[in-house]
Every structure is written in C-alpha cells, then in structure tokens.
C-alpha cells in the first residue's frame, strides 16, 4: 500500500518531466470543438458561451440529469448482472461440492475442496471473459445516450464505465471468496442451507486464504496470457488473413511497402484506453488483496517486463501507425490509481482482520494462551491455539445412534455449557480486536501515505527551480519589449527618452 503511494508520488514527478521535456508546461487546451452528434442534437437550444462570446448549441440541465440517471441505472443493472453471475458460480460450488464428495474416484473424493474451487474458478473466468464482451458495447451505448459536449468528456465518461464494469466483474468473485466464503455456515446440527437444500461452502480447512489465493493466481495468470493473445496474436492472425486474401487476387505478388502498410491492422478507435485500462486493472490486482496474494506484484512485473517488447513489436510490424496527441497528463486515470490506492488500505485490513488468522492467533496469545498472564523465554505463546478454535459438537444429537463429540471449527460454547452452540465470550474479544485493529490499521496507513505524499512532491527542485527561471526571463524580455516600444513611440513625438520607466 505504501509502494502504491510511492509509485504514484513517483509517476507524478516523471509526468512533470516529461511535460516539461516536450514543452508542454504552459500548454493549456483550447477551446474544445463540439461533438457533431452533440451539435446535430441540440443545435436549435443556443447560448452564449462566455469565453468565446459567440452563441453555440446547448444542452438543458433537466435533459442532462434524465440521460445521466437512465446511464448510472444502466451501470447498475451491470453491475447487478456481474453479481448475479456470481451467485451462479457459488451455486455451482455447491452442487459440485456434493456431487465431489461423493466422487467414486479416491483422488477427487480426498481433495473434493480443492477440485470445487479449481472447476468454479475456472468457470468464473469463462462468464468473465464472456461479460467483458458485452461491457464495451453496452458502455459504448450508455456514454452516447449522455450526448458529451466533446471529446474528452466522452472519452473520460466512457473510460469510468468500463473501469467500473471491468472492475468489479474481475473481483467481484474475489471480494465474495474473501468476505463472505465460510461465514454465514451455521454450526453441526444447525447448518444453514441454500434453498433449503444445499449446504454453503466452508472455507479450506487451512483458511480462507487457500482459496483466495487460488481465485486470485488463476485468474491473474489466465487473464494476463488472454490479454497478451488478443494484443499480438490477434492481430498476427488478421494480418495473415489479410495478406492471403490479397496474394489469391493479385497474380504478381509483389505489392508496394505503402499497401502493405495500409493492410496492417488500424489502431484502435479509443486510442490507448485498452492499454490504460490494462494497466489500471493490474495496479489493482496487486494493491487490493497483496496482503492474500504476495506474488501478484511478481506476476505483474514479469508480465510488463513481456509486454513492453510485445507492444514494441505490435506497434511497429502489426499496426498502422498512430496519430499522435497532444497530453499534459493520463486524464481520468490518475484519479482512478489514486482511488484504487484507498480502497487497497481499507480491503487490507479487512483482509488481515478478516480473513486471516492473526487477529484469533494474537487474542489467544496475550488473553487466553499460556503467556496470558506471564512471558517465560522459550515459551510457546501459541500451544494449545488449534485446541482452543475448536468448539464441541454431541454426535447424539443428530439422531443416528451415534455417540461421542466431533470438533468443528468456530468459537461457541461445548453442548454441557449452559448456554451450548452459543457463542462464547472468546469470540466477542475477537470481534472487539478485529474491529479495533481495522481502524487502527486504517489510520495509521492513511497517515503513513499522506507523510509519503509530503515528503515526495510532485515536481523535482531543480526543475521547479528551471520553470521559475524561464518565467522570470520571459518576464524580462517582455518587460524590454515594452520599453522599447515606449521609447520608440516618444521618439517619434519628440519627447526625451528615458532608459527605464516613465
């Protein structure tokens, strides 16, 4: 979460570079042109626009709020697909869990939990890559219904749809495994079932984190080969096609460099917004749950590190050449890095609190294990944990005629307390530590970012102190300009001629 900070500190300095490198400091856009689909719309409302003075089309304040409610219901409807599809898998999970357990193959009834989760991981990413077909057109769709003013609020609404829809269509099953996989079970006797029939899957034995760590490896490592395919070989396979197509018509082979540069395939029509948007998604994929996934930074810097001499060679040999564009920054994209870097604080802690075990591994510790009340050297502080995380169960209770106790994991008290299947002062403590830790967490890496943020600032020194220094000479040369000027005009009156001013 602090090298996300840092990155972006970082990137900020290099963007002021680099605008400063291509003389782009005091570039500011002009005055945008008009969309012609917003024009032909609404080219009988005019109004004066008052930085050029001159009357252009208009569009009323209660059409733009009626278009923006009908695109955000739409983002919504989406949005409610993606977690529709999950529910799916989750059902999925669970008919195949029952079906596994039952396996007559050893292999698969031994390790039912992990075939589960590796066949439903493997699904979810089929229903992804399938939805992410449709998100394009349909935020294609929802961003002209807006009718934009121009061009570059078109492509920053149009660029926010589809973060959002690939956002959370990516890890809205990773947010689920995270959250939500074990927690709502119930307890031997009392299970709590799905349409009264399916029991909910618990977590791996070991913990959440299992499984967390298996949906987020397989779905990093599919989408980055898929991404990588559609990037090159894609284009490598239209290419042929192409060049096929048009060696069968033509007799004499031999066709001008200029043709075959024009059969080359075109870029595409959003620019780089499929690169940034790439990109984004990655960023995301090793802030958000690093805490469950350490090797996602790893995969993602050996994928660039691929990616670069793919893209080099993609621009050059497999796409038309681009038009280039004038940019003082990434846009919208930014905002979004900086948004993906606090949600990343906040999904960490809930992570660690959560879904891991440190949080009953340190209350066990320092309230109820064998250094609760003294520290010796030496010590095992953490004897006895397991022991401790398991509650009782009276096997007589199920009407079988079996007899005895079995062991399940959750902390509620034993079937001769008092109160039996009920949860038990231990988990309150948890609960209280879990809560505490978060906000703890929370504001100590927002302070911990905001110091980061001040110490590294946005523009390097020495060229803050070279921006200054051609301002002031600009200054001087028209402050000489004018002087002279002046001069000239006194001379021409007759007037005596001073050497500064009047």
């Not at 200029?258 to 395939?265: A, K, P, R």
């Not at 906040?346 to 440190?358: E, H």
């Not at 300009?481 to 500064?500: M, T």
Request: glycine residues 4%.
């Amino acid at each position: 979460m602090q090298r996300a900070t840092v990155f972006l500190e970082f990137w900020k300095r290099r963007r002021s570079i680099l605008t400063y490198a291509w003389d782009l400091i005091e570039w500011e856009e002009e005055e945008e042109t008009l969309r012609p689909q917003f024009e032909a719309k609404y080219y009988r409302m005019e109004v004066i626009n008052p930085i050029t003075g001159k009357p252009e089309p208009h569009q009323p304040s209660s059409d733009k709020v009626t278009r923006l409610l009908v695109s955000v219901s739409g983002i919504f409807f989406m949005i409610s697909l993606v977690i529709t599809a999950v529910f799916a898998v989750v059902v999925y999970r669970l008919v195949v869990m029952e079906q596994f357990a039952s396996f007559k193959w050893n292999f698969i009834k031994q390790h039912w939990q992990f075939a589960t989760s590796a066949a439903a991981v493997c699904i979810n990413f089929i229903i992804i890559m399938l939805l992410n077909l449709a998100y394009e057109k349909i935020a294609y769709l929802l961003t002209n219904l807006e009718y934009p003013r121009t061009e570059s609020e078109w492509e920053n609404s149009f660029a926010l749809k589809m973060f959002l829809f690939q956002f959370v269509n990516l890890n809205s099953s990773i947010f689920y495994i995270a959250f939500f996989l074990g927690r709502f079970v119930g307890h031997p006797g009392k299970y709590n079932k799905l349409f009264e029939r399916w029991r909910l899957e618990e977590c791996h034995p070991s913990g959440c984190l299992i499984d967390l760590c298996l949906q987020m490896g397989v779905i990093m490592f599919l989408k980055q080969i898929w991404n990588n395919f559609m990037e090159l070989g894609y284009p490598l396979i239209q290419n042929w096609w192409s060049r096929h197509k048009i060696k069968r018509g033509i007799q004499d082979a031999s066709i001008p460099q200029w043709e075959n540069d024009w059969n080359l395939q075109p870029m595409n029509i959003h620019g780089l917004m499929d690169e940034y948007l790439e990109m984004v998604l990655q960023f995301g994929f090793t802030t958000i749950f690093v805490a469950a996934f350490p090797l996602a930074p790893l995969l993602a810097l050996l994928n660039n590190i691929i990616e670069i001499r793919l893209d080099a060679y993609k621009f050059v040999t497999q796409w038309r050449r681009p038009l280039p564009a004038r940019a003082t920054d990434i846009g919208i994209w930014l905002g979004i890095l900086e948004g993906i870097g606090i949600l990343a604080v906040i999904t960490n802690a809930f992570v660690i609190a959560i879904t891991s075990d440190y949080i009953p591994r340190f209350v066990y510790e320092y309230k109820y294990g064998p250094c609760a009340n003294h520290v010796k050297q030496n010590e095992n502080c953490l004897k006895g944990y397991v022991n401790n995380s398991l509650s009782f169960f009276d096997l007589s209770e199920l009407g079988m005629g079996k007899s005895g106790y079995c062991r399940y994991r959750d902390y509620r008290g034993p079937p001769w307390s008092s109160k039996p299947y009920e949860f038990t002062l231990q988990y309150w403590h948890i609960l209280a530590a879990r809560l505490a830790f978060i906000i703890v967490f929370e504001h100590l890496v927002f302070g911990i970012k905001s110091f980061i943020a001040y110490l590294i600032p946005d523009i390097p020194k020495g060229l803050r102190e070279r921006i200054r220094r051609e301002k002031y000479l600009v200054q001087e040369m028209m402050y000489e300009a004018e002087l002279e000027h002046l001069q000239q005009q006194r001379r021409k009156s007759g007037q005596p001629i001073h050497h500064e001013w009047p």
